[in-house]
């Protein structure tokens, strides 16, 4: 016999470019026993992995599913930036047996989680206003890839559109920074922001300096961080690259945006550097816009971590989903 009663509860996931997290949800409620996490390196696909899940949970028959890709979601089907796979809405309805099923890109279920993060997973890392001055945010996810977010709460609901914005040009001010860029493109000749502002990208910062000072070396993203903390000059100064360059993009995005209501660093690589930010000039790099240098102070900056905010994303979607009769017009857009 299930575990679970059918059709009460729903079946969310988030597919990054390493782990897939899945969990059931009752409402808005992410129910945190559930919780699983896969190794996709492991699996052929998400079907096999939403397969494994339900057999471990007791056969649980779904009412809904949606699931957070990092990659681009357009015409009910999401494509993996960073993994070899493909889901579309049809393939999630035969694995979860869900009579309603969704897809978003992750950063857009991170925006769907606002409001439903405890105060203690919110690490305040640059101050705003003492009272926010309007309510749309931003979300920055940095981890296997980088993306962003916006989130707008409009009279019909919540809006959250989706973007590839780690694949637009990395900024760049000095020959240093040229020189990074040349270091860093790929094989199509195209120095992106994913390519420096993420996990990969770190190694790949870290590397280039000991390309430019005749001593190269490699080191995964996780050893760069500890031996910067044990005070490795290189990866000092890795690290502080780094944070400038994402203070400089982050901020790019908020003039782009203007997020009143606040921003928000998502993904693994956020929360492992955020300890670090203030010493790296994060805030100074975010706030170094010219004559807009004073607009920057309106805008308050925080990191987000909980490993499992882009589940509950996926709750609140369907929800709002059903309350609003399960139209399509949210899906996607958000």
């Not at 808005?28 to 699983?36: C, F, G, K, N």
């Not at 999401?78 to 049809?90: C, P, R």
């Not at 993060?117 to 890839?145: K, M, W, Y």
């Amino acid at each position: 016999m299930p575990a679970f009663p059918p059709d009460r509860y729903s079946l969310v996931a988030d597919i990054g470019g390493t782990n897939t997290r899945v969990a059931l949800a009752e409402g808005e409620r992410l129910l945190p026993e559930t919780i699983r996490r896969y190794r996709n390196a492991e699996f052929p696909g998400l079907e096999t992995v939403l397969t494994r899940y339900i057999e471990e949970e007791g056969g649980v028959d779904c009412a809904g599913a949606c699931v957070a890709v990092a990659g681009p979601v357009h015409d009910g089907v999401g494509t993996l930036t960073n993994l070899d796979w493909t889901i579309d809405e049809a393939t999630l309805a035969r694995a979860t047996r869900a009579e309603q099923v969704a897809l978003l890109n992750d950063l857009q279920a991170q925006g769907w989680a606002l409001d439903h993060i405890a105060a203690e997973n919110i690490r305040p890392v640059v101050p705003g206003p003492a009272r926010p001055l309007g309510r749309d945010r931003l979300v920055i996810g940095v981890g296997t890839g980088f993306n962003a977010a916006a989130v707008h709460e409009t009279p019909a609901g919540r809006h959250v559109p989706p973007s590839e914005a780690g694949h637009a040009n990395l900024p760049i001010r000095n020959e240093e920074e040229l020189s990074l860029c040349r270091f860093v493109e790929t094989a199509h000749g195209f120095p992106a922001v994913e390519d420096v502002l993420s996990g990969r990208g770190l190694e790949r910062v870290y590397a280039w300096l000991g390309h430019r000072e005749g001593a190269p070396r490699e080191a995964r993203g996780a050893e760069i961080v500890a031996a910067a903390e044990a005070g490795e000059a290189r990866a000092e100064r890795a690290l502080s690259v780094f944070v400038s360059m994402l203070g400089r993009v982050a901020g790019n995005l908020a003039l782009i945006h203007l997020p009143f209501g606040g921003i928000h660093l998502v993904g693994g690589v956020s929360r492992a550097i955020a300890p670090h930010l203030a010493r790296h000039g994060f805030a100074e790099a975010f706030r170094d816009k010219g004559r807009f240098a004073g607009f920057m102070q309106n805008f308050a900056v925080s990191v987000i971590e909980d490993d499992f905010a882009a589940l509950a994303g996926c709750a609140a979607y369907l929800e709002a989903r059903r309350n609003r009769g399960g139209s399509r017009g949210l899906n996607q857009n958000g």
